[in-house]
């Protein structure tokens, strides 16, 4: 939880070894500027519950809006970039940030389905799907089943990870 004149968050976020599950609201007020340096890619599969978009930018500078009820799946290379709000958003997501040794070996379980962003990764570029996706009825219920299913020991960490694995074949089943 992060709350501050010009910048609340509140999101629950769940380490499953190879991948962390996060989820939760936030609140920007026009104003907020902020930067951020990464030494690592970022493998991020997201849903937008709510609000404004997230925007996913690319190496090249572009950008792409994920607008509420919408999901994707990114790779976004180390890099350092800079927010401000221009004026206040607020929304909810639910995330998966996957680390690169686990997403690599997912890839190398499903080449068909992940090459396009496994190569990305290994080249340290921008990938993205060409349009976010709207999120169906069944992946709003995994990410509901998922916040309900915090760690719960062994077989907990087995059902969390089949039910991460059943939400990236949904969105890229699209």
């Known amino acids: 939880m992060l709350d501050t004149e010009l910048c609340s968050c509140r999101y629950t976020t769940v380490d499953a070894g190879g991948y962390q599950v996060s989820w939760g609201a936030y609140a920007y007020r026009r104003g907020l500027e902020y930067s951020l340096t990464s030494d690592d890619p970022a493998i991020t599969l997201f849903l937008q519950l709510r609000g404004l978009g997230e925007r996913i930018a690319s190496d090249r500078g572009d950008t792409r809006a994920v607008r509420a009820g919408h ?92 039910t991460v694995t059943q939400l990236v074949a949904l969105l890229l089943g699209q």
Do not use: C, K
């Not at 940030?97 to 340290?124: D, I, K, V």
């Not at 799907?129 to 509901?144: D, H, K, N, R, Y």
């Open 71 to 162: 999901a994707n799946l990114a790779v976004t290379p180390a890099t350092t970039a800079r927010f401000e709000a221009r004026r206040d958003v607020d929304g909810a997501t639910f995330e998966v940030l996957f680390s690169r040794r686990y997403f690599t070996g997912l890839a190398m379980r499903h080449p068909r389905l992940l090459e396009h962003f496994a190569h990305a990764l290994e080249q340290n570029r921008f990938a993205a799907l060409p349009a976010s996706v709207p999120i169906t009825p069944e992946m709003w219920g995994i990410a509901q089943r998922l916040q309900r299913t915090p760690d719960a020991g062994r077989a907990g960490s087995l059902l969390l990870e089949s």
